[in-house]
């Protein structure tokens, strides 16, 4: 079956330190990627995505995700953390083009990630 | 300012109810999903509409119902049927208007207690 999974359910960083949060699919193919982030009681906001070509992306808040396809792997990461970054992370994917997809994201469990100060 | 707007924040339901949550977009977007959300689950899609008076139950429909009579709006009514209903629920939109645009725009949620 096809899914996406995040091996860690928490995390805890200190801030100022580097953050690198996991995200393994199981798809034939490579599926088109997303990190999502959630604060508390709030929506998710869409952190960055990978389609194709450059396998380093660049989102905002001063995050990247650095796709590997021979390890099936999409890791978000983070240079130096800030309080501000505590909050849960989500990686989804799509196989395949969106119309054929049906546009449905699958979505890994979530990685709650703490910051100490 | 374009985006979802999901009402109410809070809902309290009495047992055997049912209720239904409010999903308005001004994104023009196609497509519209309801997830719902507990702890340690991740999200799990309950239905999805890709377009006008269609749509098409996800993983977890059971005890749920919506209608998707205008693009702007995709209301989610649950019912007494469901067992489980206290929980946070996320609605959706997307556009497939080729891949740069495309991304889910989540909004900011409703959390159903059953009291």
């Known amino acids: 079956a096809q899914s996406v999974t995040q091996p860690d359910i928490h995390i805890t960083v200190s801030e100022g330190a580097s953050l690198e949060l996991r995200c393994n699919y199981s798809?034939?193919?490579?599926?088109?990627l997303f990190w999502y982030v959630q604060s508390p009681g709030q929506g998710l906001q869409l952190l960055l995505k990978y389609f194709s070509g450059d396998t380093l992306v660049q989102g905002i808040k001063g995050f990247e995700a650095e796709f590997k396809r021979s390890q099936s792997s999409f890791n978000l990461r983070k240079p130096s953390v800030h309080w501000s970054d505590a909050a849960e992370y989500f990686c989804?994917?799509?196989?395949?083009?969106?119309?054929?997809?049906?546009?449905?994201?699958?979505f890994g469990g979530g990685t709650r990630v703490l910051v100490k100060p | 300012d374009g985006g979802i707007t999901q009402s109410p924040k809070y809902l309290f339901r009495k047992e055997g109810q049912n209720v239904t949550l409010s999903c308005e977009q001004n994104?023009?977007?196609?497509?519209m999903y309801w997830y719902r959300q507990d702890p340690g689950q991740g999200l799990r899609l309950i239905y999805y509409?890709?377009?006008?008076?269609?749509?098409q139950k996800g993983d977890i429909a059971e005890g749920y119902s919506v209608s998707r009579e205008k693009k702007e709006s995709f209301p989610l009514t649950v019912t007494s049927a469901q067992k489980n209903p206290t929980a946070f629920y996320l609605c959706a939109s997307s556009s497939d208007r080729g891949r740069t645009n495309y991304g889910y725009t989540f909004g900011s949620g409703t959390r159903l207690t059953v009291v």
């Open positions: 798809y034939g193919a490579t599926p088109y």
């Open positions: 509409s890709q377009i006008v008076n269609d749509f």
């Open positions: 994104l023009n977007h196609d497509a």
């Open positions: 989804a994917a799509l196989k395949g083009t969106i119309k054929a997809a049906g546009n449905k994201l699958t």
